[in-house]
């Protein structure tokens, strides 16, 4: 597809459409770029470069030798590069290399999704270099299967999860692989931020310890997008120095990259009379459909798993109405899916029997799929990397692509579809994660002592004092014995089943269906008040079920076949408690703070909704309530800056229409805080009040949404002017009258978007702000990631 073919598509997208109603906001053209080749460095075995040589390699890009240059000479090394840049390679020739010279060397490859991890086997398998018996384990390999692989296999591919339940917990099992361990491979290690980077980070030092404890001293090489500062991001996730490769030479064919902001229905309003955009989800559907019907291999990633499914359902729907043999081309394919149904739809889609997938970001990393034509991004993805590595599927071969960016209807999509140079130019974020988290760092200690007991010389790795602090709370919660020879686990049960890697919050909950006793798939028992709660609608495959009984308790949800005209949404209050302040910076009337909540939640019923959005009615629901102690950025206004007759450049509201004010304030400060903190909005959440018991003022809390925090308030107290300022100008920009989901709307609103005051939450940012510039602190408070680290 050349880049004419590329803007072909799109006006056949938009054909009959007025001028005003094109839903394009801009497009980009990013051109080709030639390749530079490097020759095989001279410790290379013939055999590897052979294996290479009839898998199509004949010569290597310049980036991939650097780096296995690094590793080979005993550097830990990352890769940041392009999406389909060739980092398998940069990380296969160290590897195989030293597979093959010494027949005894043992290597160990590490993917967050079993997807990537399957797709990077199958890759390794087939190079066949003789004696290295490439092997998965996984949650899905046989038992009868996994002795072979602990006595057998010199390269093992598995996942954080596994490496923590399976290998790490019964490590005296593993002792050949471990006494022989010479690399480790860390693939997409981008992903790894937030509370389960943290986790991750921690069971990587787990990992180094026990290799050290049967004599090794394995090499890591990281793989990751690009992404700003690598080299420190990469050292912090492995606790050990790391150089890094950035320089991309790897050729490309040219992109096309569009940004689409669905219309305003006309025919209906949204909560409270508010304007809606067509969601994302549907406008996704139809140019998935557009472009099944041009024959272009497509992808649509969605944000949810629910989104997914309803964006292949309203594909298929228009295919059938255009060409029904055309509408088995298209399915969705998310996590939660048995493994066999996933396996299944990968191969169809290599195969070319699928041409139109809708999926969730199941699909994002590094499933080799070549020859996609476009990719449909529908919603923000929540962060830089995970954009380029979703439009990165497309035009993997070096063709040219189609990239389509669909705004959902909420404030930072809207902000990036008008900023176009906001997503376009930006330099991709540093992941953010933070080992020092105690919630974190108490289990994983726990399962560091189960598997060898823990020296005081060992705690400089785990974080000094923060390690030492949470290894006394553990003695005298009777969880460890201290000895004079160190920290001992005393139990006969392994901790590493108990402690959830992912920051799910402990056994998933079983989706099942009641008439059959099938599984249909599993939620988060976090999300699962949310999902999942008595009367839910839930859509798997394309089916749709309704909830009739979430049972905690046994860990089931009882579901049966049922597709009603609506679909449901939670409504939830919320409630928050400061535990500590941990910074403060005062602005004469506004202040700005960092520290640790408890914030209370619970759902108390739900809306039933017409797919077009129109609201049907509210049902109640008494569910659990939930406390999550976390950590948040919040900032207080003076009642002298906040209403009306106070001071000079306050926000002159009324008192009446202050808490509307705030609370939308609130709602567009959540939506735009993921641009600065690498999180999703979903990872977020807010509450504000005009007379909070804990600070004696007005205030606009936003808070972490995993127990212990997992570093995203942390960057919005430190970048809080930009933050804000991009949350005004979010606002403003909306052409809206009194606030919508493009601005003050907030999809997860405990009090149903009311009531929220468009105009005042203008007036609210803007005594904020004019208080910080005011004092000079536009650039935010500058804290960095060392600063952070010391607040613990
Ligand atoms: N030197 C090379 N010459 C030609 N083709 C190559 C070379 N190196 C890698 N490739 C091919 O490029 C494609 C992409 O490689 P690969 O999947 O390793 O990229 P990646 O950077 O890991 O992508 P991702 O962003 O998905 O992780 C593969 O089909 C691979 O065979």
Known sequence: MDGERARALLRRMTAGLPEDLNPITHIAQFPARIASFAEWPSWTPPEVVAAFGSAGVERAWTHQIEAAELAHSGHNVVISTGTASGKSLAYQLPVLSSLSEDDRACALYLSPTKALGADQLRSVSSLDVSGVRPASFDGDTPMAERDWVRAHSRWVFTNPDMLHRGILASHARWARFFKRLSYVVVDECHSYRGVFGSHVALLLRRLRRVARHYGASPVFVLASATTAEPA???????????????????????????????PLLEDFSGENGAPVRRSAGAEAGRILAELVIEGARSLAFVRSRLGAELTAIGAR??????????????????????????????????????????????????????????????????????????????????????????????????????????????????????PANPYVLAPQLACAAAELPLTTGELDAFGGEAAKTVL?????????????????????????????????????????????????????????????????????????????????????????????????QPREVVDIAVR?????????????????????????????????????DHVSLDLPEQVLETRAVWYTISPELLEVCGAPGGA??????????????????????????????????????????DTGEATVFVHDGHPGGAGFADRGFAAVFPWLDATREAIISCECPTGCPSCVQSPKCGNGNDPLDKAGAVAVLDTVLGALRQHGAQAGHGVDQAAEDSTR
């Open 652 to 693: 002159g509201l009324l008192p009446a229409r202050v808490p509307g004010a705030l609370h939308a304030a609130e709602h567009a400060a959540i939506g735009l805080l993921p641009l600065f903190a690498t999180c999703d909005r979903w990872d977020i959440g807010g509450v504000s009040t005009a007379w909070h018991e």
């Open 580 to 616: 500590k302040t941990v910074l403060r910076k005062d602005y004469g009337g506004v202040s700005v703070c960092l520290g640790e909540v408890a914030v209370t939640s619970q759902v108390v019923g739900y809306l039933r909704r017409r797919p077009s959005g129109q609201v049907l």
């Open 232 to 262: 420190a991001f990469a050292s912090r996730l492995i606790g050990a120095d790391c150089a890094a490769v950035t320089e991309d030479v790897s050729p490309r064919g040219p992109r096309t990259i569009a940004l689409w902001e669905p």
């Open 317 to 434: 729907r228009i295919l059938s109405e255009v060409d029904s043999s055309l509408t088995p081309l298209v399915a969705a394919y998310r996590s939660g899916y048995l493994p066999e149904e996933r396996r299944a739809l990968e191969a169809d889609l290599l195969a070319g029997r699928l041409l139109g997938v809708a999926t969730t970001n199941a699909l994002e990393l590094g499933v080799d799929i070549a020859g996609l034509d476009a990719v449909v991004l529908a919603g923000y993805p929540g962060t830089l990397a995970s954009f380029w590595q979703q439009s990165g599927r497309a035009g993997r071969s070096g063709d040219s692509a189609l990239v389509v960016f669909v705004a959902r209807d909420d404030p930072l999509d809207t902000y990036l579809v008008h900023h176009p140079a906001a997503i376009l130019e930006r330099p991709v974020e540093t992941a953010v994660l933070d």
């Open 472 to 568: 006394d709370a553990l003695v005298s919660d009777g969880v460890l014995r201290r000895r004079p020879s160190g920290w001992y686990w005393t139990s006969r049960d392994r901790p590493q089943h108990e402690v959830d890697i992912r920051g799910s919050g402990g056994e998933q909950i079983a989706v099942v269906e009641a008439d059959s006793g099938r599984m249909l798939g599993t939620v988060d028992p976090g999300s699962a008040c949310f999902t999942v709660h008595p009367g839910a609608v839930y859509l798997h495959q394309g089916k749709s079920y309704v909830v009739d009984e979430l049972d905690f308790e046994a860990g089931l949800a009882m579901v049966h076949a049922e597709a009603p005209d609506w679909n449901t």
